[in-house]
């Protein structure tokens, strides 16, 4: 560690076909030209379209601006971050996955620009997909009381966009073949749990069981293979 509407799946994803409403880009995606025309409609997503993101590799987030402070967990690399204040040579940041305010040293907060100069092979398309679970996290939709179904519904449609262009941006980037294969096993198991999120708002006995009983042995595996692609960040 460093310090510091129901939806049709079947032939739409890997086309990367496009809606008829405009989508507002998701946080890290938004620096990239390709990306130009997705617009997401998500307000929440709009907060993290900023210029400053996290430029080491698994950087310690803490409870205060020091050392001496207990690590809460850490970023991940080119991870948006929305800074609050200035403390010392520590920045008070608040992390999109959790907005909960935590302190990361200065040196590991810059911009796009920075981020870009420490990229390594599969950087750049390991960033898409990290992005990606990001919003399949957002988006889950279990055990929650009081769903906005059509909200849900709509935001999973959005992301089945993004899904879309991911894999036309990984299977055309020029790495490797195992790193493409790879990549694509990712968002095939994204692409899975995606289903499952549908299934739940869609299908009355999924709704009543409060739960798609495939959803945690997909999530299992997926983090399992999710860790082998550390080596692409």
Known sequence: MADGTGLSWQGCVRSGCRPSFS???PGIASAQAEWETLKFTNAAEE??????YITGREVFMRSGPGTDYKPEGFFRFAEPVRIKEESGEWFKVECRNSGIPVYVHKSFVGSWSEVKEKFIPGSDCMVQIDQLYDC???AAPFYTKNLDRERKLKEIEH????LG???NYVESSKLAPEAIKEMLKALDMIEEMFKCQERYITEPEQAANMRDEAYPDLQFNFRKHYET?????
């Open 229 to 233: 692609l550390d080596k692409y960040r």
């Open 47 to 52: 907060l993290w379209a900023g210029e400053t």
């Open 136 to 138: 399949l996290n957002a």
């Open 23 to 25: 989508l507002l880009q």
């Open 165 to 167: 262009k991911t894999y």
């Open 159 to 162: 992301y089945q966009i993004v």
